[in-house]
Each structure stands twice: as C-alpha cells, then as structure tokens.
Antibody, heavy 121, light 108 residues
C-alpha cells in the first residue's frame, strides 16, 4: 500500500519561501509509471493543482504559479519537495502531495493526509 | 485554460435517494475526466476515471457518464457515508489539469 506523508513548517512569514517535503513509502518514486504532484486547498475552498514531477526530474507547473514554484525529487530518499517563493496570505492552504497515474485516462490515486500552511507574520 | 463548472453548488438529499451531480467543461475534454470525493478533514479520494470507470474499491452505486463537455456523477442510492464534497477534474491537456469548484452533497 502506497503512502505519502507531507512534512514542513506550518507557519511561514509573508515574502518568505514555503518549503514542504513528501515522503513516499510502500512504492518506489522511480517506478516510472507515475507523476508526483502537489495540490493545495485554501480553507473552505476548492482544489488547485500546483505541479508535477517525474522521477527523472521533468516538471510541469500550473501557469498561474509557475514563476514562484519549484518542485524537485530525491530518488535516493524516495522524496519529492515543493518550494513556493514570495508567499502571501493567499497561499495559506492545506497542501497535499499525491501520486498521479500519468495519463489522460487516469486519476490521482494516492494522496497524503495534507498539511496546513499558514502565511502570517 | 479549461474551466470546469459544477452544479449544483449544494445538493440536499436523503439517504436512499438518487444523486445526480453535473460537471460542464468550457471546451471538449473528450472522456478525460475524473471524479473525487472529499470528506471533512480528509484528502480527496478517486472515484471515477476516464469519465465512467470506477476506481479500485469504489462501490457500484457510484457511476460516471458523459463525454465532450457534459459529465454526470450518479450515486444510485445514497448511503450515510456518501455525504461529502465532490470534485471533477479534467485531464485533456495533461499534465496540465484543472478541478471544478465542487458540489457539496448534504443530508436533507
């Protein structure tokens, strides 16, 4: 059973960089069959896709966040990470890491439990 | 960007009733649409992929239909655990994906 777990600071100051790590267990991030994604959800609102990374390091970002987002992967640790720069209160959200079936026909089949990140001074 | 519009925003029904949730795309997404269920305090769960295929472990009372721009998630007979928020997601320009704004299914 694949499990994903987010970790990182729950409070970030405005203008600083949000950094989160997702640790994958029960499966290899290098399997090649999946993309690994970050998705966020502001309190009481809907889901917003942030971006994907493949084990090779290829990335795809939401155009609306692209200038501030970096997603990286560490296959030796079976982890991938998110950095979001120049944060504001609008970036306050529950951040989920997840596994995507990497096809037009598929879906996001495994999710982490989510971690709340609050942007506040 | 493809915009997904879900309706209604809130649906109030009783256990045992049939639920019909709609998702409309701003342009054709073929069959490349997924549905997710989210309960309070939990991560979303994949219900349906490729418009009409149930994900592993999803009960048969959940079904999806549609293609092009109009899609429907149907729950044939509501169980108490089905009251949640439901999201559609288009994948036609994968890896770029977008979600609908959600439909809240509440107990009447």
């Amino acid at each position: 059973q694949v499990q994903l777990q987010e970790s990182g600071p729950g409070l970030v100051k405005p203008s600083q960089t949000l950094s989160l790590t997702c640790t994958v267990s029960g499966g290899s991030i290098s399997s090649g069959d999946y993309y690994w994604s970050w998705i966020r959800q502001p309190p009481g609102k809907g889901l917003e896709w942030i971006g994907y990374i493949y084990y090779s390091g290829s990335t795809y970002y939401n155009p609306s966040l692209k200038s501030r987002v970096t997603i990286s992967v560490d296959t030796s640790k079976n982890q991938f990470s998110l950095k979001l720069s120049s944060v504001t209160a609008a970036d306050t959200a529950v951040y989920y890491c997840a596994r995507d079936q990497s096809s037009l026909e598929g879906g996001i089949d495994y999710w982490g439990q989510g971690t709340l990140v609050t942007v506040s001074s | 960007e493809i915009v997904l519009t879900q309706s209604p925003a809130t649906l109030s029904l009783s256990p045992g009733e049939r639920a019909t949730l709609s998702c409309r795309a701003s342009q054709s997404v073929s069959s490349y649409l997924a549905w997710y269920q989210q309960k309070p305090g939990q991560a979303p769960r994949l219900l349906i992929y490729d418009a009409s295929n149930r994900a592993t472990g999803i009960p048969a009372r959940f079904s999806g239909s549609g293609s092009g721009t109009d899609f429907t998630l149907t729950i044939s007979s509501l169980e108490p655990e089905d009251f949640a928020v439901y999201y559609c997601q288009q994948r036609s320009n994968w890896p770029g994906v977008t979600f609908g704004q959600g439909t809240r299914l509440e107990i009447k």
